[in-house]
């Protein structure tokens, strides 16, 4: 009967098992241990932990308001400040450029005073002169020195770069309202004279030449070899004669008016530049 025992057991290797379930050989794939279960990394950043802001709610967003207030105000100032710093040096720019003008337009002046001052001296001898041609006793061509200095006067041209960008670009806005007075005053004696000039004195210049087209005899000028030609009147015309020295009178008078207004507009001149000079401390 053992026999039979054997066989069986020989029959069926599958049923051995180990005794001890400890002893049991597990494969070593992976040493490492995944917990499922295990909970997601919070990886959110919320607004109070970036800002470190105060409070909660209400109050947190009324600070956050506010830092952004003082943001854009802060950027305002700080632009507004840079234009203001690139307009004064703008401004600075037009002072020295318009001083620049005024030392031109000194020697200008001087230039001007002292053509007027030729032919005022000229014409103060309207007067002998006249007496001798209707005593029919002229003196050596004093028609001649009169009629050279009447035929004609010198124009101001004065250096009006400055202003005319001053007052078309809207330059004065950027200067300091002393220095924007001053130059204003300035240019307000500057047309002045020029409309003074343009009309009351082109006038009495135009008449003048009209009259002396009449009155002088052409047959003698044409012919005429001495340097400086010789007036000669035309014919015993007396009433054309007076017409003339009383219009020579006026324009001699026009001709002291622009002498009186460039000698303001020098004395103008000279202050400015000293003024600017001082100030602005050029050389």
């Known amino acids: 009967m053992a026999d039979n025992t ?26 490492g241990t995944i917990n499922l279960n295990q909970e997601p990394v919070n990886m959110e950043i919320h607004a109070h932990d970036l800002h470190k802001a105060p409070g909660h709610g209400w109050k947190h967003y009324i600070f956050e308001f506010l830092m952004l207030f003082l943001a854009v105000f802060c950027g305002f100032l700080a632009e507004n400040f840079r234009e203001h710093q690139v307009e004064e040096e703008k ?12 030392v031109t337009d000194s020697s200008n002046f001087n230039s001007l005073i002292d053509k007027f001052q030729i032919k005022l001296s000229a014409l103060e ?56 007075d001053s130059i204003l005053l300035y240019d ?32 003698v000028w044409k012919d005429t070899t001495i340097k400086p030609r010789v ?29 009186n207004d460039l000698q303001k507009l020098k004395k103008r001149n000279a202050a400015l530049i000293e003024y600017f000079k001082a100030k602005y401390h050029y050389d």
Not at 6 to 31: F, G, M, R, V
Not at 193 to 211: D, M, N, P, V
Not at 231 to 252: D, P, T
Request: glycine share 4%; with cysteine; net charge negative.
């Open 6 to 31: 054997d066989e069986e057991h020989l029959d069926n290797p599958t049923n051995i098992q180990p005794e001890n379930p400890s002893d049991e050989i597990i494969p070593a794939k992976d040493t």
């Open 91 to 102: 401004g600075k720019q037009y002072i020295h450029s318009f001083y620049e003008d005024l």
């Open 231 to 259: 007036f000669a009147i035309y014919g015993n015309n007396r009433e054309l004669l007076n017409k003339y020295f009383n219009q020579l009178s006026m324009y001699s008078n026009w001709c002291k008016a622009r002498v």
């Open 125 to 180: 001898s309207m007067s002998p002169c006249y007496d001798s041609l209707l005593s029919g006793h002229p003196s050596a061509n004093c028609l001649t020195t009169i009629y050279s200095n009447s035929t004609y006067f010198p124009d101001m041209i004065y250096t009006d770069r400055t202003l005319i960008q001053l007052k078309n670009a809207g330059g004065l806005r950027l200067l300091k309202k002393s220095d924007a």
């Open 188 to 219: 307000n004696l500057l047309r002045t004279y020029k409309i003074a000039e343009t009309t009351g004195l082109q006038e009495a210049q135009s008449a003048l030449r009209e009259t002396i087209a009449s009155l002088r005899n052409y047959e």
